[in-house]
């Protein structure tokens, strides 16, 4: 278990670290000049500055040394946990990114809350209503919902329940009411994508043998599948939750430019604009870390609930053959 937390561990590190080389690489690619960037956007005329003011600026910045230089400085100081200064609003990276990860955060909670309990709901009345008309539209509700883009599901909430009916703040606010649309939002996929998957498990398990036994035991629909399918068919859905929670944080880019909310999505997207590398960076590797640990703590649970794995030490039987596992199955 400690080889396995270990290997983890260090394959989680090389994930951050090409995250954080391939930020950097895109930002060093993309056109664009950060400090003509940031005076055009102050209103100054860049032919009105000297050349020896341009590159003063730039040598204030970091931007004089060569590109090896400011990767090794870069990285540097985010192991030091100074990740340095935004080029944008000249605060530390690091506070400018504390006071937009509540939000997104909280976002993020509440959409989980949301969509999970909706999902597993789906899928269960989906298998138990079998044969008849509302069993199929259960079963087609997650496919409608996942082909519908995130961002159209934002403009319809923003156009109908904020401004048709208004019934919730659709554009900015404070307080709980303000997170209810853009959380509906991204919920919406998280419900239909574990639906989908828990679903499509469910029917498979419940083909299995022992659930023909267990029925020709007398035992009730309700008991089997709340003391019996779900943990055997739950361990896909599992795995797609902790890909789900990345979703999330990647998602709220759009929610949070649709809502015009002020998180890490808003953040990065004007980052990414003005190039700001050392906040594109920053967002960049705390987004990555948030993923691989979510993805080692799923791994983690599937050692406790799987006991396949748990005689396999894992070593031979890893997630991605579990779940051809449950396919086949």
Known sequence: ???????RALNALITIWIAFTLAFVVLRVVPGDPVQIQLSRSGADNAELA??????LRADLGLDEPVLVQYAEYALGLLRGDPGFSIRSHENVGSVV????????????????????????????????RGRWVGGLLKSTPLVGVSIPTFLIGLLLVHFVAFEWRLLPGIGGRGPAAVVLPAVTLAVPVATVVGQVLGRSLDATARQPFVRTLRAKG?????????????NAGLPALTMTGML????????????????RHGMGKLIA????????????????????????????????????????????????????????????
């Open 98 to 129: 504390a006071a937009a990860l509540p939000a997104t955060l909280e976002l993020a909670g509440v959409a989980l809350a949301l969509g999970l309990p909706v999902g597993v709901l789906l899928a269960v009345l989906a298998t138990l209503i």
């Open 51 to 56: 050349p020896e003011k341009l590159a003063a």
């Open 270 to 329: 004007d980052a990414i604009i003005d190039k700001d590398t050392p906040v594109v960076l920053a967002v960049t590797v705390l987004g990555s870390a948030l993923i691989v640990t979510v993805n080692l703590v799923v791994d983690l649970l599937y050692h406790y609930l799987d006991p396949r794995m748990r005689l396999s030490g894992g070593a031979t039987r890893t997630r991605a053959t579990l779940r051809g596992d449950y396919a086949l199955t």
């Open 245 to 260: 929670i990345g979703g999330l944080v990647s998602g709220s880019v759009v929610v949070e430019t649709v809502f015009s």
């Open 219 to 231: 035992i009730g629909e309700g008991r089997i599948m709340f003391g019996h399918l779900l943990r």
């Open 1 to 7: 278990m400690a080889r396995f937390v270990l290997l």
